[in-house]
T-cell receptor, first 111, second 115 residues
């Protein structure tokens, strides 16, 4: 079936370190791919998205490229900050009324 | 300001109480959703409304009763809940439930504790 697999967390990094959170998916057809972020005590906020193969989504220094050949949408940031500490969700929107959420990856950035 | 407002932010209720969660959006969206987020579990879709009509009910117990009087407002009426219903309840909206390629806008959630 259709699914999203995210790397297990928590991920702990020092400030200014490079971040990668892996996300791979299986889906029929051509899904749209999203990253959402959830800060403590808050709902989910759209971080970035890509709607077709080779598209790159970017926002607030975060980037992710839609790789159809590897069915991946890895999230990256060159230099994380303490304020980036949150839970990150990879989400697949595909087909007719189909949405699949990853389980979330908690990121903790220490000063 | 996310565009989707949920009230209350926190709610503590006894198992015999009746309470309601409210969600409001002024984004011009036509679809609204209730999700349940529990610790260590994936997000669970509960209900979907499209143009005020319920289009999905994911086998949610009848102690949860949704109401959508118009495209801007969504309620979740709660009664006779169990402690395992304690969770963060998230409301979301999108342009159209049939095509969700533009993603969702989420509210900040209601943290529900059943005692």
């Amino acid at each position: 079936g259709d699914s999203v697999t995210q790397m297990e967390g928590p991920v702990t990094l020092s400030e200014e370190a490079f971040l990668t959170i892996n996300c791979t998916y299986t889906a029929t057809g051509y899904p749209s791919l999203f990253w959402y972020v959830q800060y403590p005590g808050e709902g989910l906020q759209l971080l970035l998205k890509a709607t077709k193969a080779d598209d790159k989504g970017s926002n607030k220094g975060f980037e992710a490229t839609y790789r159809k050949e590897t069915t991946s949408f890895h999230l990256e940031k060159g230099s994380v900050q303490v304020s980036d500490s949150a839970v990150y969700f990879c989400v697949l929107f595909w087909g007719y009324q189909k949405v699949t959420f990853g389980t979330g990856t908690k990121l903790q950035v220490i000063p | 300001e996310t565009g989707v407002t949920q009230t209350p932010r926190h709610l503590v209720m006894g198992m015999t109480n009746k309470k309601s969660l409210k969600c409001e959006q002024h984004l011009g969206h036509n679809a609204m959703y209730w999700y349940k987020q529990s610790a260590k579990k994936p997000l669970e879709l509960m209900f979907v409304y499209n143009f005020k009509e319920q289009t999905e009910n994911n086998s949610v117990p009848s102690r949860f009763s949704p109401e959508c009087p118009n495209s801007s407002h969504l309620f979740l009426h709660l009664h006779t809940l169990q402690p395992e219903d304690s969770a963060l309840y998230l409301c979301a909206s999108s342009q159209d439930a049939l095509r969700r390629g533009n993603g969702y806008t989420f509210g900040s959630g209601t943290r529900l504790t059943v005692v």
